[in-house]
């Protein structure tokens, strides 16, 4: 029987994703729903685990295959190897009914949830080797011959848009270089692996004998500071992220310190290149504050980032209202798309990741 499935609606969603107008978890919605799945996820197969792009269905399941270790002992990478020669990989390409019944993997983990099936399908384009994880419930049918050749075919499309959204990521950071050029502030753009991928003029500027680049990976003279920022990095890359201060010692001279920050906002993507930014501050320097690195890195208009900056300054929105020329209402509004684009959910964590941004500007 020929696959029913809504490729053109499949495709349009993963486009859509690549540039920006939908979140991946959106799209891995429409092709679970039209695989006759019960959920999906994208999965970068080296280095560490980030943070995965996911259906909601699927969430629980995959939040416990990280924090419980399932990770290594999915069985399923067994199924890589041909993945890669063929594009996708069901189940029984590598393991049998028998040993599904008796493996722990299936019956600890996915039966825990109502899975059994599942389709791995081959992200290709990039350099570092994606896959596109469809789930099915062990009351459905296992993925057919029939689906799998629909999924190869999607495949070609998949790797197109990964590509796309690649490209967009290096985009978004080289606005966001040049908002700190303006600034004065030497920044770095890391990978997932923590090599340096991009870096503005002033990071040119900055580097030399306290700060260089070995093997495209940012290092300090002094050992405890290397020590320090390589934490930091770290911290920043895998979940749970989150931003560092770090502490460049120089001999005879101020510290520099050293932002840590996962790339985050309108700036970042799963399949980006771009994930963590380093801003080297020097405390001695003086320079402007700029909105515009707000604007780069977060993806917010002009009115939004006036907003969000005042707010971080101690500001309450009627006085930043009289200051714009605009009413609280609209004020309001723009702290709401505010909200929707950092991700932040109420104005006090909002003001604190503000003011530790706006620090490194000073």
Known sequence: MPVQWNTQRISESFSRAAIGEWAWSEALD???????????????????LPQLPTTPSFQEAIDTYIRDGWANHDVRFRGVGHMMRHGVAIDLDFISDDEIKRNPYY???????????FAGVKIAGLEELWVLSLQRREDTLPFDEEERQCLVDLAKGFGNDAVLASAFGFVRADEALAAFDASRKAAFVLDYAGVVVQHNQAADSLLGSDVTLR????????ERSDE??????????????????????????????????PVQGAMHDIFSPCQAIVIVSDPTARAAPSTL???????LTHAE???????????????????????VRASRGHLRSVFQKTGFRSQPGLVAALLELMMTEH
């Open 305 to 327: 980032a006036k907003v969000a900056s005042k707010l971080a300054a101690g500001w309450d929105l009627r006085a930043v209202s009289d200051e714009l020329g605009t009413s």
């Open 215 to 222: 093997e495209r990976r940012l290092s300090c003279r002094d």
């Open 293 to 299: 690195a707000l604007q780069a890195i977060f993806g």
């Open 228 to 261: 320090r920022l390589s934490v930091a990095v770290g911290k920043a890359l895998l979940p749970p992220t989150g931003s560092s201060y770090v502490s460049i010692e120089r001999p005879g001279d101020f510290p520099l310190v050293a932002h840590v920050l």
């Open 30 to 48: 429409v092709i679970s729903e039209e695989a006759s799945g019960a959920g999906a996820t994208l999965v970068r197969l080296k280095g560490g």
């Open 107 to 117: 019956q600890d983990w996915l039966a825990r949830f109502g899975l059994k099936w």
